[in-house]
Nanobody, 124 residues
Framework: VQLQASGGGLVQAGGSRRLSCSAS????????VAWFRQAPGKGREFVSA????????YYDDFVKGRFTISRDNAKNTVNLQMNNLKPEDTAVYFC??????????????????WGQGTQVTVSS
């Protein structure tokens, strides 16, 4: 499977942005798909995930209530709708896929394939 992340850009604090992760070579419904982010000088941190099969969703506490992850099976795409963005959300956002067990969903080690990342910059 190959991933393509898109949708990043510059946005003012309080604004919205939608990221998309599209796949070729396989179907997202068979994989857990997650968004992680990495700010300069920091490690890759969990943002959100949608699990394979029924599509249970997971969120980091910092984004809960502001971000929404969704899976479009027809387009084989996972979207991350980000609302009420804050300067602290500035980072490179990566999507990853894997046959991830629940205990590993919030760890980057749970994902074997990653997209190239898309930069989100939130200005204050």
């Amino acid at each position: 499977v190959q991933l393509q992340a898109s949708g990043g850009g510059l946005v003012q604090a309080g604004g919205s942005r939608r990221l998309s992760c599209s796949a070729s070579g396989s179907f997202f419904i068979n994989y857990t798909v997650a968004w992680f982010r990495q700010a300069p000088g920091k490690g890759r941190e969990f943002v959100s995930a949608v699990k394979y099969g029924v599509g249970t969703t997971y969120y980091d506490d910092f984004v809960k209530g502001r971000f929404t992850i969704s899976r479009d099976n027809a387009k084989n795409t996972v979207n991350l709708q980000m609302n009420n963005l804050k300067p602290e959300d500035t980072a490179v956002y990566f999507c990853g896929v894997g046959r991830t067990i629940t205990s590993m969903i919030r760890s980057p080690l749970g994902y074997g394939v990653w997209g190239q990342g898309t930069q989100v910059t939130v200005s204050s």
